[in-house]
């Protein structure tokens, strides 16, 4: 999809190992979930990788460099967040919802 819309390949190259992360985070924590990705009209492309897991605690620390739960490198929502030019995340303890934007250049 990010290759139909313009992005480079190195671009979609860093939107398909955000989605990796995210759908890795998915299965580690929730165990299933989805990830749904769409377009807007001004050449944004949105992944929205939701779940009904037990929510992130803390936010904040989770979006950390080097911070990790699982003794991993610590990279992952922090590295999503990095990447993007839109970044969000809504969770409780009924799941999480996290939304990617990212801009053609």
């Known amino acids: 999809m990010a290759s139909d819309m313009g ?11 955000a989605i990796s992360e995210l759908a890795r985070n998915i299965v580690k924590y929730a165990g299933h979930g989805e990830i749904l990705m769409r377009s807007d009209e001004d ?5 929205i990788a939701q779940d009904k897991g037990p929510g992130i605690p ?3 620390t989770a979006l950390r460099p080097g ?3 699982s003794g991993g490198l610590g990279l992952g929502l922090a590295g999503v967040r990095r990447i993007a030019d839109h970044f969000e995340i809504v969770s409780n303890p009924k799941g999480t919802i996290v939304t990617l934007g990212k801009k053609r250049r």
């Open 58 to 60: 803390d936010i904040q």
């Open 67 to 69: 911070y990790s739960t």
């Open 7 to 17: 992005f480079t390949p190195s671009e979609a190259t860093l939107i398909a190992a």
């Open 43 to 47: 050449g944004m492309l949105f992944v």
